[in-house]
Structures are given as structure tokens and as C-alpha cells.
């Protein structure tokens, strides 16, 4: 049981460049989460996903992309890397969104730096 | 809008020493509370919750109390260790978000032999 699973560990883009992040759990959880962390910000979400086929914005969404073509899986995209974008990227798994059921499991994360 | 506000660190103290990691939050419904903790390299653990007023979540020797009145989460150790060294979290989910995980900047903690 890998629980919360990130690739790539590392990555070190040039502005303009595209890349995909990709998430994997074996928990059969609903819904995953993708979020960034930043120095003295803590996490902040960037698109979540309550179920196979369903994607919806988080609290940053411009400049990234998701997918949830299968249920174990939840990519992030870039399509064209800005420096802003330079952080650590985390995903997060959950049963459910219901009060109770919503705790989130977290994956080891990205960190991405963009030049 | 949803908000967490911890203090910020770093907290440096020495070994057994008692440690007080304030929290406090503003939320439109009637959140549940958790403490998120990260070590060094690694994604974040649930480290203890609580979901409703009065409540007491508790973990590894780690308390917190859920106080509607003061809107707070203070997170308590009686005898911290160099183990203990990591980022804490305060966070909310709020069912009138989504129950979405809100998050405060995280403290980080450094313990002393």
C-alpha cells in the first residue's frame, strides 16, 4: 500500500516550457487535491477533483490545468512555465468531502523550480 | 471567507521544554479543526482533528482544544523532543466550503538536545 504517490520528485524548467505532474493512490479515495506550497503561505489549493471525469478550480487555478481520466490518478499541468510558478507541488487524496470522512493523505511532493 | 492565522516561527526551544502553538481561525459555518504536521522532506500527516465545540484531539503526547467562543486550536506538548523538529499546520473545513482544507502559513518548530 504506497498510499500518496508524486512524479517527478524534482524538475527544473526554462519560462515557456510545458510539463505534467502526475499523482497516484491506491486508497480507492474520491477526491484529490492539488496544491502549492509557498515560504510563509502554507498550502494553497490549486484544483481539486471529486470523482473520476470531474475537476473544479481551487483557490489559485490560472496557469494550470487537470485532469482525472481514472480514479487513481490526478495530473496537474503547465502549459507554459512562468517563475511564479516556482514551488513545491502537493497532492492529497480524501475518502470523501463529508465531515469525517474528509481527512486528506498527503504525497511526499514537487519541487519545481522555474528559470 | 475562510481564514487560519498561526503564530509564526521559528519556534526554537530545548528538550522537555512545554510547547504553545497558537491558532486561531474565522469561518461563515461551523468548521472542523485539524493540526497538519511536516517533517523535513516529506508531504504532510494528519497529526489529531476535532469537529465540534469542546472538543479535545489528541496524538503523540500533541493536545488541542476546539474553543468556538475564542475561535482557537491552540496546539500543546507537555515535553517536546529533538523528534518532535518539523512544520506544524493549522487548517479548517468548512461544509459551507465544500469542506475544502484551509490552511494557516505553518510554524516551524526546532528542538534543541
Known amino acids: 500500500n504506497a498510499g500518496v504517490t508524486q512524479t517527478p520528485k524534482f524538475r527544473v524548467l526554462k519560462t515557456g516550457q510545458s510539463m505534467t505532474l502526475l499523482c497516484a493512490q491506491d486508497?480507492?479515495?474520491?477526491?484529490m487535491y492539488w496544491y502549492r506550497q509557498d515560504p510563509g503561505m502554507g498550502l494553497r489549493l490549486i484544483h481539486y477533483?471529486?470523482?473520476?471525469?470531474?475537476?473544479a478550480k481551487g483557490e489559485v487555478p490560472d496557469g494550470y490545468n487537470v485532469s482525472r481520466l481514472k480514479k487513481q490518478n490526478f495530473l496537474l499541468g503547465l502549459e507554459s512555465a512562468a517563475p511564479s510558478q516556482t514551488s513545491v507541488y502537493f497532492c492529497?487524496?480524501?475518502?470523501?468531502?463529508?465531515?469525517?470522512?474528509?481527512?486528506?493523505?498527503f504525497g511526499p511532493g514537487t519541487r519545481l523550480t522555474v528559470l | 471567507g475562510n481564514s487560519v492565522t498561526q503564530m509564526e516561527g521559528p519556534v526554537t526551544l530545548s528538550e522537555e521544554a512545554f510547547l504553545t502553538i497558537n491558532c486561531t481561525y474565522t469561518?461563515?459555518?461551523?468548521?472542523?479543526l485539524f493540526w497538519y504536521v511536516q517533517y523535513p522532506g516529506e508531504g504532510l500527516q494528519l497529526l489529531l482533528k476535532?469537529?465540534?465545540?469542546?472538543d479535545k484531539g489528541s496524538n503523540k503526547g500533541f493536545e488541542a482544544t476546539y474553543r468556538k467562543e475564542t475561535t482557537s486550536f491552540h496546539l500543546e506538548k507537555g515535553s517536546v523532543q529533538v523528534s518532535d523538529s518539523a512544520v506544524y499546520f493549522c487548517?479548517?473545513?468548512?461544509?459551507?466550503?465544500?469542506?475544502?482544507?484551509?490552511f494557516g502559513g505553518g510554524t516551524r518548530l526546532m528542538v534543541k538536545p
Open positions: 492529497a487524496s480524501s475518502y470523501s468531502g463529508r465531515a469525517g470522512w474528509n481527512e486528506q493523505f
Open positions: 486508497m480507492n479515495h474520491e477526491y
Open positions: 477533483s471529486v470523482g473520476e471525469g470531474t475537476t
Open positions: 469561518a461563515t459555518g461551523y468548521p472542523s
Open positions: 476535532a469537529t465540534k465545540a469542546d
Open positions: 487548517a479548517l473545513s468548512d461544509p459551507g466550503a465544500g469542506n475544502m482544507l484551509t
